[in-house]
C-alpha cells in the first residue's frame, strides 16, 4: 500500500485548507484510513478517520465541525477538507489506513504516508 498526501500549505486564522491522500496498491474496501497530525514539539495526534466501504467516520474533538474527512472510492484518494483553521492547527498532517473499522489509535495503523505541513498563521 502507498499512500501520498498532499495539499498542505501556508494559511490564515479562519482560512480553509483541503488536504488529498492518494491510496494505491490494493483494494481498500476492508480498509479505514484516516488523519494524523503533529505538531512542533508534540506527539502525534488523531484527527479523523473513515470507513472506506461505508463511509462512516469519527473525529478527534479538538476539529469536530470544522474538519470533514471523506474518500472517492474511484479516485482512491480520501480528503480532508479543514475549515475555520487556528494556529493551534498548526502540524504536518499524514495519512494512514488500517484494515477493519476506523480507529482513533496510532498503533492500529499499518500503512503511513509521508506527511504534508500544514502552518496556520494568527
Known amino acids: 500500500v502507498q499512500l501520498q498526501a498532499s495539499g498542505g500549505g501556508l494559511v490564515q486564522a479562519g482560512g480553509s485548507l483541503r488536504l488529498s491522500c492518494a491510496a494505491s496498491?490494493?483494494?481498500?474496501?476492508?480498509?479505514?484510513m484516516g488523519w494524523f497530525r503533529q505538531a512542533p514539539g508534540k506527539e502525534r495526534e488523531f484527527v479523523a478517520a473513515i470507513d472506506w466501504r461505508a463511509g462512516g467516520t469519527i473525529y478527534a474533538d479538538s476539529v469536530k465541525g470544522r474538519f470533514t474527512i471523506s474518500r472517492d472510492s474511484a479516485q482512491n484518494t480520501m480528503y480532508l477538507q479543514m475549515n475555520s483553521l487556528k494556529p493551534e492547527d498548526t502540524a504536518v498532517y499524514y495519512c494512514?489506513?488500517?484494515?477493519?473499522?476506523?480507529?482513533?489509535?496510532?498503533?492500529?495503523?499499518?500503512?503511513w504516508g509521508h506527511g504534508t505541513l500544514v502552518t496556520v498563521s494568527s
Open positions: 496498491g490494493r483494494t481498500f474496501s476492508t480498509y479505514a
Open positions: 494512514a489506513a488500517r484494515r477493519g473499522a476506523p480507529s482513533a489509535i496510532e498503533a492500529s495503523y499499518s500503512f
